[in-house]
């Protein structure tokens, strides 16, 4: 086989279970409010019910929305470790080792698929922010921008959530080992700035991925001081990213070949 038809059938067999899981999705109904409808519902719980009595200097909705776009990431992501530990569990995985099928083109199809799927849910609360009076004072390059990061940490939380959902053994299991994806976003600059924060949750708050990659959307988005977040964002998201697609083939090897 050539280089260029080893590609095509990579590719080729990458492009069908991509397929296969975004057809899973308008199927699962817990997915959808979970990726979907809870992200949206959180920032206008935020917005007008805890909006009037936080002071961040702006309003209130400019201040949470690159918050919650980041707390939606973490939510869709977190279905992949759902997806992935269901397919091994009832048998599917099995099913594809018997056809002339790319074994990593699995998991490259439930990461594409939850990005997919992010982008939606981030394109959704983005509408409904505008709605609610999200004013982004910035340009088209810086749009572009934020999106590059939004979709580099998403592929990052996706690998990630692969990767957890190869180490849980069930599929309620793999929907529990998630929540240090879905609790991250609390603890940072989302919702409040970490200033306000006790010294000993402060310096978690600063120094973790989440917030960086918050201020530096929101530093794209709303003009505001971006700092040294940018490239520790992007640090952050490949570093992630590239340990936890390591880890993710290894563990599928593992798993596959007892």
């Known amino acids: 086989m050539t280089g260029r038809s080893s590609a095509y059938w990579a590719m080729s067999n990458a492009a069908v279970l991509i397929a296969r899981s975004l057809r899973h999705v308008p199927r699962s109904l ?8 809870l992200p949206v519902l959180l920032m206008l719980l935020f917005v ?13 909705v400019d201040y949470v929305v690159p918050g919650v776009i980041v707390l939606c990431a973490g939510y869709g992501a977190s279905m992949t470790a759902v997806s992935v530990a269901t397919d091994m569990v ?18 490259v199809g439930h990461v594409i698929s939850s990005v997919v799927r992010n982008l939606v849910s981030t394109l959704l609360v983005i509408v409904v922010a505008l709605l609610a009076g999200f004013r982004p004072t910035t340009s088209i390059n810086r749009w572009l921008a934020a999106f590059g990061v939004i979709v580099l940490f998403v592929l990052a939380l996706s690998w990630a959530s692969a990767a957890l959902g190869m180490l ?15 609790f991250l976003p ?16 402060r310096v978690i708050s600063d120094h973790q991925p989440i917030t960086h990659v ?3 959307i929101r530093g794209l988005l709303m003009g505001t001081p971006i700092g040294n977040s940018g490239w520790l964002a992007v640090l952050w998201s490949l570093g992630i990213m590239t340990v936890s697609f390591l880890a993710a083939g290894h563990l599928f090897r593992a798993r596959n070949t007892r």
């Open 90 to 107: 009832n048998g599917v995985i099995d099913r594809f080792r018997s056809m002339p099928i790319l074994a990593s083109a699995v998991l």
């Open 186 to 201: 609390y603890l940072s600059s989302a919702f409040v700035p970490t200033s306000t924060m006790p010294e000993a949750l």
């Open 30 to 37: 817990d997915s959808l409010l979970l990726g979907v409808a």
């Open 48 to 60: 007008y019910v805890f909006g009037g009595a936080v002071n961040v200097g702006t309003a209130y």
């Open 168 to 182: 849980a053994r069930t599929v309620e299991g793999a929907s529990g080992i998630t929540f240090v994806i879905l």
């Open 214 to 216: 918050i201020e530096t």
